[in-house]
């Protein structure tokens, strides 16, 4: 039972154009939601997070969005840049689980050409 | 800066074969994870620690143990390696409860089973 998912396997965008990538979730005690990159042979890393009581979280070019009446979350990335080429995850957690447990979902790889 | 770090970048073990991942962080964080990664199912969990010599099962157990006698050291073991175990192998931390959900990644094991 996949709690977290990210539909589109792969996005392709021009450099300069926006990236969208998108993440919905079932389990409605999830209150806290993060995005993560991950470039090949390195490990993930932190970009960006929101908490349930808000519905936006910006940091430079990234935007994250949370739709929580639709359970659905989205990242913008504003300029893309060939840089940005990475698989992008997101992740849910709840509070009362009580262990930092993360769920990510399937990832979605993204190529900015330049 | 925190620091996760894993014994070994690319391993390549025969079935049968007991194996074992170590993951040091030097944070003196409470919490650890291991996670692998398989295209198309995004990062799976596990185990998990809280504490020396505490454990969790996460949602994929099976064929699998962790051994935590120190803090800044969380070790996965592969009691008998099979071909289905072949994955991305990646290690994560965090300070405690509370502070926050960001994961600390480290930069991951590629683990062939042959």
């Known amino acids: 039972d996949q709690q977290v998912k990210q539909n589109s396997p792969s996005l392709s965008v021009q450099e300069g154009r926006i990236s969208i990538l998108n993440c919905d979730y079932t389990?409605?005690?999830?209150?806290?939601f993060l995005w993560y990159k991950k470039y090949p042979a390195e490990g993930p890393t932190f970009l960006i997070s929101?908490?349930?009581?808000?519905d936006k979280n910006e940091d430079g070019r990234f935007t994250v969005f949370l739709n929580k009446s639709a359970k659905h979350l989205s990242l913008h990335i504003v300029p893309s840049q060939p840089g940005d080429s990475a698989v992008y995850f997101c992740?849910?957690?709840?509070?009362?689980?009580?262990?930092?447990?993360?769920?990510f979902g399937q990832g979605t790889t993204l190529q900015v050409k330049p | 800066d925190v620091k996760v770090t894993q014994s070994s970048r690319y391993l390549v073990k025969r079935t049968g074969e007991k194996v074992f991942l170590e993951c040091v962080q030097d944070?003196?964080?409470?919490?650890m994870f291991w996670y692998r990664q398989d295209p198309g199912l995004g990062l799976r969990l596990i185990y998990f620690?809280?504490?020396?010599?505490?454990?969790e099962k996460g949602d994929i157990p099976e064929g699998y143990s962790v051994s935590r006698e120190k803090k800044e050291r969380f070790s996965l073991i592969l009691e008998s390696a099979s071909t289905n175990q072949t994955s991305m192998y990646l290690c994560?931390?965090?300070?405690?409860?509370?502070?926050?959900?960001?994961?600390?990644f480290g930069p991951g094991t590629r683990l062939t089973v042959t």
């Open positions: 992740a849910a957690s709840h509070g009362s689980s009580n262990t930092g447990k993360l769920i």
């Open positions: 389990n409605s005690m999830f209150d806290y």
């Open positions: 929101i908490s349930s009581i808000k």
């Open positions: 944070m003196d964080h409470e919490n």
């Open positions: 620690s809280y504490d020396v010599k505490m454990k």
């Open positions: 994560a931390s965090i300070p405690h409860l509370g502070s926050s959900y960001e994961q600390y």
